[in-house]
């Protein structure tokens, strides 16, 4: 999926009728305020003043199709002039699988919104009732159908770690999610955040923290599932505000370069299966992707400093290889 300069308009928590146990919309989006269409304005009205065009505006955080219909008139609304003008060239908007009908998806049309993204975090039902969700994995299911059918780009999101899940229910959300077929996907692994039931749970012991560590294990899982799909991963934890790095974040799975880490370890895998028929002392280069080497190679170079150590190698490089695709290749193994 192309990316393009995003516009985001924080939409915190309006109009959702559950109170999931891991959510504080104004925390995780750095965002206290309700917005309005004056924020529309304004925010449009500075990426202009750059000289920018062919932006997308995306309404995220909250519910937005669960707000009232005239809020969400008066938000879309705004953008009107900015589309007419070339300024935005598409407006995306994230939403719960239960607030989804074809009247709806009609209106959001009619003002131009190319893509809609879908909150299911789970396929596992009892996972989504652990985690206070308030609706189902059928839901979804119907609110994907429905959103491809009027012709809107499809984006899915789901968590890992969360209540009731473990390593299997994450794989299989991942495999429900994919085979619904989305134009692209986020995978935000469950951070514990302040003031929040699930931050109440861990701390009385009925919840298990989804650590770092968990996390880049079972996003390296499911990280290739989506890429064999030809389905792209467009964001991978939660995206860093300064709230959750100064401590909002009390626990679980919260790191600024997570999905670097995950797409390491991922590679690190792929890795470790070419080399293990490679005689220990010899010299190899392996090959990657040109976007792909810093991930390979690691943080401080830790990738390849444990495959080194692991198969005892005299000298492991990382070359870019433009044919590589999303995998490795052994380029070179010298005595």
């Not at 516009?7 to 559950?18: D, E, K, L, S, T």
Request: neutral net charge; contains cysteine; hydrophobic residues 45%.
């Amino acid at each position: 999926m192309a990316r393009r300069r995003i516009v985001p308009i924080f939409v915190p928590n309006w109009g959702c009728p559950n109170d999931c146990v891991f959510c504080d919309q104004k925390r995780i989006s750095g965002s206290p305020l309700p917005a309005s269409g004056a924020d529309v304005t304004r925010a449009l009205e500075a990426a202009k003043a750059q000289g920018q065009t062919g932006l997308e505006l995306a309404f995220y955080g909250g519910s937005f199709t669960a707000v009232s219909p005239a809020l969400q008139a008066e938000l879309l609304r705004a953008a009107r002039p900015w589309l007419e003008d070339g300024t935005v060239s598409s407006i995306r908007l994230s939403t719960r699988p239960d607030a989804v009908d074809p009247a709806g998806l009609e209106m959001l049309k009619g003002h131009g919104v190319t893509t809609v993204e879908l909150g299911a975090q789970s396929m596992d039902d009892g996972v989504l009732a652990a985690s206070g969700r308030g609706h189902t994995a059928a839901d979804t299911v119907r609110a994907a159908g429905l959103v491809k059918a009027a012709g809107l780009k499809l984006i899915l999101q789901m968590m890992t770690g969360l209540p009731g899940s473990d390593r299997e229910k994450d794989l299989l959300t991942a495999r429900r999610v994919i085979a619904l077929a989305p134009d692209g996907a986020r995978i935000y692994p469950t951070v514990i955040v302040k003031n929040t039931p699930l931050e109440d749970m861990w701390r009385a012991g009925t919840y298990r923290e989804h650590t770092v560590a968990d996390a880049v294990a079972v996003c390296a899982d499911i990280l290739p599932l989506f890429e064999a799909a030809g389905i792209p991963v467009i964001r991978l934890g939660l995206n860093p505000t300064d709230a959750l790095s100064a401590g909002d974040a009390a626990a679980g799975a919260y790191h600024p370069a997570l999905g670097e880490l995950v797409r390491s370890e991922a590679l690190r895998r792929q890795a470790a299966a070419l080399l293990r028929d490679v005689p220990p002392g010899s010299r190899v280069t392996l090959g990657v992707a040109p976007e792909r080497v810093s991930a390979m190679i690691g943080q401080r170079r830790r990738g390849v400093m444990s495959l080194q150590e692991e198969f005892g190698l005299a000298e492991l490089t990382v070359r870019a290889v433009k044919t590589a695709g999303n995998g490795v290749s052994l380029v070179d193994v010298r005595p």
